[in-house]
């Protein structure tokens, strides 16, 4: 299908999933099973689109968009980056396509980009200092990044961060911001000093309840006075042994989109609490209210709600640890693959604050699971990687779809959950197109 066809295709099932299927399949599904093509016309259509027979469309979840048909944007070039697909451009944001994110920690190249605010210009690491203080700081301090090298232990970490709003794209109807599809994701390796370190350091009180930052950046409008993003996390997120003051990505300066010259990483809670351009620390005796903290910004309903409905901010709760999750890196969507051949599936999975215990993988929409080995994290908050292979017992197109279960039992949905007005924590099961020739 031409590249126009698909964006139309991916516009119509944000607008309504249901209606998208109608119109573009004549097909008529059951709003309880939400399962099958109760009209064979409708496979007819989707059959002939493809090119190829479905042999497991019976199982085939209605409202869902083919794996195929999802959006392919082409790639545009970033100063330091390599495939990423822009979203926006100011402030700028840009994500990675599945199959980049192979490898088992993230290069710097194809990490992703999520800003609030524009990055600093004329940027001297040398002369750059870190001021720690706020209501619950015994001795306010500021600091060089020699000082933080010099005065306390060096740390090096694989951690995984990701941005809230990861997946949005597939909520309906549409939610605003930046409609992430699967690549607002990554995890490298991280250099700097334990946060913790830092802040007992300079004297924690015991009136300490969160800890905020403040950044470098500049807000869209150039309006000096008004701050881009401000956020934090509580004292004892700030507090855990994986929480950095980081200066090196991969062994290497961060780039300046992903932070340079120092940034906060608190991995597992959303990308938003782990600071770029890093310039300022406070210890608050009460929960940070800077920029962004307050709903719906980084929110979700306290209750489930309707899809559309207007939540109230009281009604609101601040996003903390991130849900199980999975990615699907290889093969990449689309590919073709010789029927009578095992494929290698491989990816990764992560599970904010825990750890993943389980990745199954499908080839039949979900009806059937089979188990794929899960590799231990390299450290607490890293993701981790898994491996299985599948043989399909006819040609004809498929969906390997992945889904992750974490230490608590806690699996992925097969579909997009519970809607939220900002389009937070999708967390559906990944998949990829596969045409078995």
């Known amino acids: 299908m031409k590249k126009n066809n698909k964006l139309e295709i991916n516009a119509l099932y944000r607008q309504d999933p249901l209606v998208a299927d109608r119109l573009l399949w004549g097909r008529r599904s059951n709003g309880l099973s939400r399962r099958g093509f109760l009209k064979n016309s409708g496979l ?33 070039q970033i100063t330091g980056k390599s495939g990423l697909i822009v979203l926006n451009d100011r402030p700028l944001n840009a994500e990675t396509p599945a199959h980049l994110l192979d490898d088992a920690v993230t290069p710097n190249r ?34 060089s990044i020699a000082d933080l090298r010099s005065r306390f232990e060096e740390v090096t970490l694989e951690l995984q ?13 549409a939610a605003s911001g930046n409609q992430w599809t699967t690549g607002a994701v990554g995890c490298p390796s991280f250099t700097g000093v334990r946060l913790r370190d830092v802040l007992n350091y300079c004297g924690v009180k015991r009136d300490a309840v969160y800890v905020g930052y403040f950044g470098a950046d500049s807000h869209t409008s150039g309006d000096p006075t008004r701050v881009a993003i401000s956020r934090g996390v509580p004292i004892a997120k700030a507090l855990e042994r994986e929480s950095l003051i980081a200066w090196a990505m991969n062994g290497e300066d961060i780039p300046l989109q992903n932070g340079y010259p120092l940034r906060m990483v608190c991995a597992g809670w959303p990308g938003s609490v782990s600071g770029k351009w890093l310039n300022r620390i406070v210890v608050r005796d009460r929960v940070h ?31 903390e640890s991130m849900p199980v999750k999975s990615l699907v ?11 009578g051949q095992r494929l290698t599936v491989r990816g990764h999975a992560w599970a904010g604050d825990n750890q993943v215990s389980s990745v199954f993988i499908s080839i039949d929409f979900g009806a059937t699971w089979l188990p794929s080995s899960v590799q231990a994290a390299s450290n607490r908050l890293a993701w981790q990687n898994w491996e299985s292979w599948v043989q399909f017992p006819e040609a004809g197109y498929y969906e390997v779809w992945a889904r992750a279960m974490d230490d608590l039992g806690r699996s992925q949905p097969m579909v997009v959950p519970g809607w939220n007005p900002r389009g937070y924590l999708n967390n559906a099961c990944h998949r990829v197109a596969v045409q078995v020739v």
């Not at 689109?49 to 019976?58: C, E, H």
């Open 110 to 143: 194809y990490m992703f980009i999520r800003n609030n605010g524009l990055p600093p210009g004329n940027i001297n690491s040398e002369s750059w200092r870190l001021r720690i203080e706020g209501e619950s700081c015994e001795n306010a301090t500021s600091f």
């Open 44 to 76: 007819v259509a989707m059959t002939t689109a493809l090119g190829m027979g479905i042999p497991f469309s019976r199982f085939m979840p209605a409202g869902l968009i083919p794996a195929a048909y999802a959006a392919d944007n082409a790639p545009t």
């Open 329 to 339: 890196t290889f093969p990449q969507s689309g590919i073709n693959h010789e029927l």
């Open 161 to 173: 961060l990701e941005c809230g709003g990861n997946g949005r794209n597939e909520f309906s109807p």
């Open 289 to 319: 209210d800077g920029e962004k903290m307050a709903a719906p910004s980084y929110s979700v309903p306290i209750t489930a709600v309707a899809p559309g409905s207007r939540v109230p901010n009281a009604d609101m709760r601040t996003i």
